[in-house]
């Protein structure tokens, strides 16, 4: 897979490709992760990136040009399969969408800032509107971060246990079990019996009962209740 990230500040988004998982899968080359800085295609001597908003009211708005210099440059180097702008005003991430993002090859994710970008653009290039949550964040750099962090780790061999992300909060419309580690006891809290017993049968129906029972307390809207 390959994301190509389109920001005014892509040095917000730096440190989660360089550590831990999203780094080993960018060093296996699982995933190629790459920036493009909009103020390269920005107008003029100052390179200009935003202006006011027609119609007035706060803030600036990201100009068309410099972004469909841009977007249209990375779509004349290959194939696209979504180029997916970051903005609290589009779909909630789900783990249905980072699934059905992982199994395509070439992604664009563009970070609005400031008030946000140009209608325009919108209608000329983005194919899918993405926020992380009804909150609104500085821009969408952090937002990218997450979903590129959803999608790589489903990527075949991002993780070293392939079991690990089938059984995932969400990935069965359920949220998981609780879980324990060593020791079996700590100060009077013991581990459920069931779990020591070795019964794999009894375990994983176990498993099953206890996601079922939390995702009721927790969240029944994903039961339909
Ligand atoms: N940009 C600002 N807030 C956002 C959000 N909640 N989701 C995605 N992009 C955003």
């Given at each position: 897979m390959r994301i190509d990230i389109v920001s005014v500040?892509?040095?917000?988004?730096q440190s989660p490709f360089e550590t831990s998982i999203l780094k080993r899968a960018v060093d296996k080359g699982l995933v190629e992760v790459h920036f493009h800085h909009l103020r390269e295609w920005g107008i003029g001597k100052h390179r200009q990136i935003d202006d006011e908003p027609y119609g007035g009211g706060a803030g600036m708005v990201m100009l068309i040009e410099p972004l469909d210099a841009c977007l249209s440059e990375l779509k004349s180097q290959r194939d696209y399969d979504e180029v997916i702008y970051l903005t609290p005003d589009g779909e909630t991430l789900t783990q249905r969408i980072a699934n059905t993002l992982s199994i395509q090859k070439n992604l664009i994710f563009l970070c609005g800032h400031?008030?946000?970008?140009?209608q325009r653009v919108r209608e000329l290039h983005i194919t899918k509107e993405i926020s992380i949550g009804d909150f609104v964040l500085t821009g969408g750099e952090l937002a990218a971060c997450v979903l590129a962090d959803s999608v790589i780790?489903?990527?075949?061999?991002?993780?070293?246990?392939?079991q690990s992300a089938l059984t995932?909060?969400?990935?069965?419309?359920l949220l998981s079990p609780p879980i324990y580690t060593r020791p079996a006891e700590y100060k009077g809290l013991k581990v459920p019996e069931i779990l020591l017993s070795g019964n794999s049968k009894k375990i994983e129906d176990w498993h099953y009962e206890e996601a079922l029972r939390i995702t009721r307390e927790k969240r029944p809207d994903l039961l339909g209740e």
């Amino acid at each position: 897979m390959r994301i190509d990230i389109v920001s005014v500040l892509p040095e917000l988004m730096q440190s989660p490709f360089e550590t831990s998982i999203l780094k080993r899968a960018v060093d296996k080359g699982l995933v190629e992760v790459h920036f493009h800085h909009l103020r390269e295609w920005g107008i003029g001597k100052h390179r200009q990136i935003d202006d006011e908003p027609y119609g007035g009211g706060a803030g600036m708005v990201m100009l068309i040009e410099p972004l469909d210099a841009c977007l249209s440059e990375l779509k004349s180097q290959r194939d696209y399969d979504e180029v997916i702008y970051l903005t609290p005003d589009g779909e909630t991430l789900t783990q249905r969408i980072a699934n059905t993002l992982s199994i395509q090859k070439n992604l664009i994710f563009l970070c609005g800032h400031y008030k946000g970008i140009d209608q325009r653009v919108r209608e000329l290039h983005i194919t899918k509107e993405i926020s992380i949550g009804d909150f609104v964040l500085t821009g969408g750099e952090l937002a990218a971060c997450v979903l590129a962090d959803s999608v790589i780790r489903l990527l075949p061999g991002v993780l070293n246990d392939e079991q690990s992300a089938l059984t995932d909060s969400f990935q069965d419309g359920l949220l998981s079990p609780p879980i324990y580690t060593r020791p079996a006891e700590y100060k009077g809290l013991k581990v459920p019996e069931i779990l020591l017993s070795g019964n794999s049968k009894k375990i994983e129906d176990w498993h099953y009962e206890e996601a079922l029972r939390i995702t009721r307390e927790k969240r029944p809207d994903l039961l339909g209740e």
